[in-house]
């Protein structure tokens, strides 16, 4: 199966945010990734409601809602209502995982679980059968633009391990620090989606990085 790539809105130029869709739209990107930051799980406050609706209607493709807020059960609702069609949780910010993953699902849309660069996978040992997508930070989240942290790659490599010894085929989405750089090795681990901000937006020529992101071969 082809892998996914799914450029971060974050880093695209909010003065000119219908160009910036545009390329995507125009481009092998599979998914467009919308970082939603709160201030408290995260130092940093992104954007959130009043956005979505113009990401919403200048995408033409899936909107991959990341919520870096704490207990994101109290705005589920409304991101998928504003047009989610993946909601991602974090592990460390949701007291009831099941419950909300549940909750997810039952909406239609597709579930996701975020861990933070230092949270084991290990944890989702018990709830594996039940998401959609696991998405690992490989950055601290808050901020685009950081430093890659190698340390994911052993991670994914577990997680893949687990997917494959139990037979299940939950995304493994890669998010902070992703580019040409170290997507080959990312896919060689067993990642199947790939969230590219600075790298695709901060870039030359955003279709040309995306059109190679999209072509390198992938084992999964
Ligand atoms: C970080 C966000 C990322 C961010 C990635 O907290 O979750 O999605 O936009 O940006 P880059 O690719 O620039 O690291
Ligand atoms: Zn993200």
């Known amino acids: 199966m082809a892998h996914l790539i799914a450029p971060s809105v974050l880093a695209a130029d909010f003065l000119h945010l219908a160009d910036a869709l545009d390329i995507i739209n125009s481009s092998e990107a599979d998914w467009l990734h919308v970082d939603i930051m709160d201030g408290q799980f995260v130092p940093n406050i992104s954007f959130g409601q009043i956005v979505m609706p113009f990401l919403k209607k200048g995408s033409t493709k899936p909107l991959d809602v ?89 991670k994914v490599k577990k997680l893949r391990a687990k997917a494959i010894e139990r037979n299940l085929d939950f995304h493994i989405e890669i998010d902070g620090g992703v580019g040409l750089q170290n997507a080959g090795a990312l896919l060689e681990a067993g990642a199947d989606v790939l969230v590219a901000g600075s790298s695709v937006f901060k870039s030359e020529d955003p279709l040309l990085t995306i059109k190679r992101l999209k072509s390198i071969s992938s084992p999964f």
Do not use: C, W
């Open 66 to 154: 990341h919520l870096m807020i704490e207990e994101p059960i109290r705005y589920i609702d409304e991101f998928i209502d504003l047009g989610a069609e993946v909601v991602t949780i974090h592990i460390e910010a949701d007291r009831h995982l099941h419950r909300t993953i549940q909750h997810i699902k039952s909406k239609g849309v597709k579930a996701g679980v975020a861990l933070n660069p230092h949270t084991s996978v290990d944890l989702l040992d018990d709830i594996l059968e039940e998401v959609d997508l696991v998405l690992l930070m490989s950055v601290n989240p808050g901020y685009g633009g950081q430093k890659f942290i190698y340390q994911t790659i052993p």
